[in-house]
Structures are given as structure tokens and as C-alpha cells.
């Protein structure tokens, strides 16, 4: 793991993780990679929320610079990059689940399965081993 070079406000774990992904756009970038198997440049582009260009480029460098995802030329089109999530991207997941529970509880508009949220509710643990198993797969 390479040495964290990003300058503070100051330790505190809270303040390390919202100046890692705290913005409006780095989780959906996230989340994307995560659930929603977008991998190109153009795949975020195409998500509900409409995210400019220069926001896209921007977080997934920062990204990048902060060992969340790893950027690759894809062998079958080398115009184009392929992004992943890094162990450390993936060891979000927890907290991904966290916030989509609590989503689920207090905006009733949301579009998670209920069915999910009651899994995720009684078997918080199954899920995300579920989930981590499927990117071994």
C-alpha cells in the first residue's frame, strides 16, 4: 500500500473518509463499480444522475491517486480504459450496505428492492459475503 501523500484538516477517521469519497459524486462512482458493473468511462456517463464530464474525469483520477480503483487500456479496445475497484474500494462495501439500509428506513421513495432490504436487514453478514463472492467469480 503505497504511503498516504494527501494532505489533512486533520486525523480524525471521520475527516479521512469525506475527504476520500465525501463529495456528491465519488459513491455513486462507487457504487456503480460495485453493484452496477459499469467499467468504461462512458458507462458512468450513461447513470440517472447525469454527471458532467469534467466531475466524471476528475473523482475517478482522484480515485485513482487514492488506491480506490485501478485504471487498465482494455486489450480488445486500447481507446479505451477499464476501471476496477481495488481491495481497498471493495472493503467500502460494508459501508455501502450501511447507508443503503438506512436509506431504506428513513426515504421510502428509494429504489432498493424491498425484498433486499429485509435480507440486508436480517442477514447483513450474508449479503456482503454474497456480494464478495461474486467478484471472485
Known amino acids: 500500500m503505497k504511503p498516504d501523500l494527501f494532505p489533512r484538516r ?17 459513491l ?57 475497484l481495488t481491495e481497498k474500494g471493495k472493503d467500502l462495501l460494508p459501508m455501502l450496505m450501511e447507508i443503503t439500509l438506512w436509506s431504506g428506513k428513513y426515504y421510502k421513495k428509494t429504489n432498493t428492492p424491498k425484498q433486499f432490504l429485509k435480507q440486508l436487514e436480517n442477514d ?5 459475503e454474497g456480494i464478495r463472492t461474486n467478484w471472485e467469480s
Open 28 to 84: 455513486l462512482i462507487i457504487r456503480d463499480l460495485m453493484f452496477k458493473e459499469k467499467t468504461y468511462y462512458g458507462d458512468f456517463l450513461s447513470s440517472n444522475e447525469k454527471m458532467s464530464t469534467n466531475i466524471l474525469a476528475d473523482r475517478l483520477k482522484r480515485l485513482e491517486e487514492r488506491d480506490l480503483v485501478t485504471k487498465t487500456v482494455d486489450e480488445n479496445n486500447r481507446a479505451k480504459s477499464i476501471y476496477a
Open 124 to 128: 447483513k453478514q450474508g449479503v456482503i
Open 10 to 26: 486533520s486525523d480524525c477517521p471521520i475527516n479521512y473518509a469525506l475527504e476520500t469519497f465525501g463529495d456528491k459524486w465519488t
